[in-house]
C-alpha cells in the first residue's frame, strides 16, 4: 500500500533532525485542484517552519498543462506555494492577472508542445 503522505512527514522529520532544508516534487503528471492542495498541504505541514519544504520542483509539464483551466489552477497553485499569508481571493486576484499576461504565451507553448 503506496502513503505518500506518511513518507513525506518521515522525510520532514528527519531532514529537520539532520539540520538539511526539505525540497520536494510531484510525481505524478496532475493537474486537478485535489492533488494541488494536497502538494500545499505538505509543502506547509504541521511540524513549524522548521518542517516546511524549502523549495518545490513542478515536474512533468506536458501539453495538458497548458490548457486554460488547468494553467489557471497551476498559476494559483505557485501563488499557494509562496506562502505569504494572502488570502484565497488575494491569490485568486493575481492569478487572474498573471494568467491573463501570460495567456498568448501560454497558447503558444500549447502549440509547440
Known sequence: MCRPEELVTQVATTAREAGVMLAGENALPRYDEGAFEKIVGMATAAGGEQEKMHSFTYLRMGPDMFQEEKWRRFVAFVGRMRDEGWSREEVEMETEGFVQITS??????????
Open 104 to 113: 498568448p504565451l501560454i497558447q503558444e507553448a500549447a502549440l509547440a508542445l
